[in-house]
């Protein structure tokens, strides 16, 4: 079963196509990353999926359903987690008690005990947020897109600027997600990122899918073929 399909993704802002005709399917289960040089259109086709942005052209189904507002939009919001590129979160509430505004969002919730034990940020329960470090905010991010125990969970470039640590410690939340059967659409600049969380990763450049395969796909041939940008560093075959 799919958990995301789009067909004929098209978004302009002005003069610039910053999606262009993109066709994606991500299957139930699956992690799916989305690669792709800055400016390639990751957040905005991201954005789009997430019902944030709407796309000039193009169908989006997730999870069997449609961004047509009303009670099927409010029932989709229900089963997603979404992590922005830039989450900001407020300063002077707890750890605590920003998860516990987020839990005051759904129907349906983890307890703060899970949610914070799901990110291993029991200790800094207490603490501002202001006070967090880098990593610890953006587990925390994280933990507000988990709260909802969503099956579907969005992630905006989860670990840019982190450190070594931090980013492992981020990768493993993102693996028990996903051992426990959830779905990841996530962008990332980072292909070891890629390779080490995704089952199938996607290269986008300008708007469009220029390259779709396993990582392990990639590990076997890393030629760079002409056409493809050498920061990706990808051997992908092309997309539709
Ligand atoms: P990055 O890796 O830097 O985050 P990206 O692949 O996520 O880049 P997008 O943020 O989707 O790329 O941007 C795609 C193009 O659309 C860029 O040229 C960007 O300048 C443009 N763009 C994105 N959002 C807007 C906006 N709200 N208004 C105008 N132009 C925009």
Known sequence: MSAIRCTGLVKRYGDVLAVAGLELAVTAGECFGLLGPNGAGKTTTIEILEGLTPPDAGDVEILGL????????????????IQLQDTQLADKLTVEETVRLFRSFYRSSHTVDEVLALVELEEKRGAWVGKLSGGQKQRLAVACALVSRPELLFLDEPTTGLD?????QLWDVIGRFRAAGGTILLTTHYMEEAERLCDRVAIMDHGKI????????????????SGSRRATGTTLRPGP
């Open 66 to 81: 449609r961004w047509t507002g009303g009670a099927e939009t409010r029932a989709l919001r229900e089963r997603l987690g």
């Open 164 to 168: 070594p640590q931090s980013r492992r």
């Open 210 to 225: 220029i390259a779709l395969d396993t990582p392990s796909a990639r590990q076997r041939d890393r030629r760079v073929p």
